[in-house]
Nanobody, 128 residues
Framework: QVQLVESGGGSVEAGGSLKLSCTSE????????????VAWFRQAPGKERELVSR???????THAPFVKGRFTISRDNDKNTLYLQMDSLETEDTAIYYC??????????????????WGRGTQVTVSS
């Protein structure tokens, strides 16, 4: 079983930066973030969880429109670590941020994050 752990959250003033990390612990598979797509989601109070940024196994990255070029998603496959560099943070970015990794099926990867491993989240608070 894969276990994901997020870190790097905290409180920052608007316009500041944070870098989130997500580590994967898996005894039987050491390249979870390399073989299948991984992503960052977030959930603000009273709102549904939403996709922030994702990166495919091929390294293709996509972002939600609200990112507006401010965030960078990356991974270190050797360390089984996923990152989200967040710059120019806005108060609207306040949320719990979760990382997710698509599960591997015997024939490939899960087609959506409905079948994924999840971390417990890390709180990001942006003040004005």
């Amino acid at each position: 079983q894969v276990q994901l752990v997020e870190s790097g959250g905290g409180s920052v003033e608007a316009g500041g930066s944070l870098k989130l990390s997500c580590t994967s612990e898996n005894t039987f598979e050491r390249n979870t973030f390399e073989r299948c797509g991984v992503a960052w989601f977030r959930q603000a109070p009273g709102k549904e969880r939403e996709l922030v940024s994702r990166i495919s196994s091929a390294g293709i990255t996509t972002h939600a429109p609200f990112v507006k070029g401010r965030f960078t998603i990356s991974r270190d496959n050797d360390k089984n670590t996923l990152y989200l560099q967040m710059d120019s943070l806005e108060t609207e970015d306040t949320a719990i941020y979760y990382c997710a990794a698509l599960k591997r099926w015997p024939w490939g990867c899960a087609p959506s994050f409905e079948d994924a491993y999840w971390g417990r989240g890390t709180q990001v608070t942006v003040s004005s």
